[in-house]
């Protein structure tokens, strides 16, 4: 049925980039001289990502993949990495990413980022699979409404999941699972695939995590892809790519055991996110109604908004902010009713 995890698609899918995104992003590897670029735009690419590494690895990545000569790149930094097979498997992604939508432009936010992980030369990559009990129109309004998600599962479990935005167009955030997870990302791409437009997102973010012994941090880049089966049933595919700083870390994370505790770690949040919905969906309604942060004027409105699209109303990406809009135009334009004492008599 529709009303069975009302809470569980951005939380397990945060979730899993919280673990994904924990890969060390240290990157050892030979600097190239500056031949035959422009100085001052180079000096940029370098300051933005940090070092001459990934100025390497956006540039030879985007020339042997795609052949694009981006912007401030010398004819050294195009160098292919030694020892490593620019093939069909590796490019894969490349074409991937473009295809979707995200551009290899200066001016596309992230791009620089995003191409100099891709063009790094250790790789691992995890997939998730799996069916929500939800429509479409839900899952629209729990991406769109973030931390009221959260709030809500903290009402009934006692936890500390945060998500937040942290932008005015709500294409970046950050989030924790109150223990050893936490991000910050970038929502890349919205509803675009190519000629498949609909649930295809495409993520970029920066992750720690406590994995075994280790406290990892890193980059990834997550695509999630949705197609609604019917009006209560939506599959759902998330790839994740990490990137290992080196050949020991690249080893560790393709082993079996370190993908069994990865799973372990979504399958936590996963039971926290079931019997929240459960408790909900079940008619316990006590601990939202009892929560001193859901009696929060806004919270309260967002209750009610989540309630009426769980019963049918229509919700897309972007309509959030919309209806903010509208309600505080509302709100400004609402004329208070004013009483004329001039015109009150008595007897």
Same mark, same amino acid.
């Given at each position: ?17 919280? !673990? ?7 990157? @050892? ?33 985007? +020339? ?10 010398? @004819? ?22 473009? +295809? ?23 790789? @691992? ?70 000629? *498949? ?15 075994? +012994? ?5 980059? @990834? ?43 372990? *770690? ?7 996110? +079931? ?9 316990? *309604? ?13 919270? !309260? ?20 902010? *919309? ?11 609402? !004329?208070?009713?004013? !009483? ?8």
């Amino acid at each position: 049925m529709q009303r069975k995890a009302w809470t569980y698609a951005p939380q397990f899918i945060v979730a899993i980039l919280f !673990v994904m995104f924990s890969c060390v992003s240290s990157f @050892a590897g030979e600097s190239e001289n500056m031949l035959g670029a422009d100085s001052v735009v180079r000096n940029q690419l370098v300051k933005k990502l940090g070092n001459e590494d990934d100025v390497r690895a956006l540039c030879s990545g985007l +020339k042997k993949c795609l052949d694009v000569d981006f912007r401030g790149c010398s @004819a050294g930094d195009k160098h292919p990495w030694p020892h490593l097979k620019y093939d069909n498997e590796y490019c894969g992604v490349f074409r991937e990413v473009v +295809k979707r939508g995200f551009e290899p432009k200066p001016g596309v936010p992230m791009a620089e980022e995003v191409f100099a992980r891709l063009g790094r030369r250790y790789r @691992a990559v995890y997939e998730n699979k799996g069916t929500l009990m939800l429509g479409e129109n839900v899952i629209n309004y729990l991406f769109d409404n973030m931390p009221f998600t959260a709030d809500l599962i903290n009402a009934y479990l006692g936890t500390n999941y945060e998500l937040e935005y942290t932008s005015k167009n709500r294409r970046y955030f950050r989030g924790s699972n109150g223990r050893s997870l936490s991000g910050e990302f970038y929502w890349a791409l919205q509803d675009s695939a190519g000629q *498949k437009l609909g649930m295809r997102y495409m993520f970029f973010g920066y992750g720690h995590a406590k994995v075994l +012994k280790w406290s990892l941090h890193g980059t @990834a880049i997550a695509f999630l892809d949705m197609d609604e089966t019917s009006d209560k049933h939506i599959n759902y595919k998330l790839t994740a790519i990490v990137f290992p700083g080196n050949t020991v870390l690249n080893s560790i994370m393709q082993m079996q055991v370190f993908k069994n505790v990865v799973n372990d *770690k979504i399958d936590h949040i996963v039971s926290d996110i +079931k019997k929240s919905s459960g408790r909900y969906f079940g008619g316990d *309604k006590e601990p939202m109604l009892n929560n001193a942060k859901l009696k929060s004027f806004d919270n !309260v409105q967002y209750v009610i908004d989540f309630e009426n699209v769980v019963n049918g109303a229509p919700w897309r990406l972007g309509d959030f902010e *919309k209806l903010k809009k509208e309600r505080e135009k509302q709100r400004l334009e609402s !004329v208070p009713i004013k !009483v004329d004492d001039t015109r009150i008599q008595t007897k």
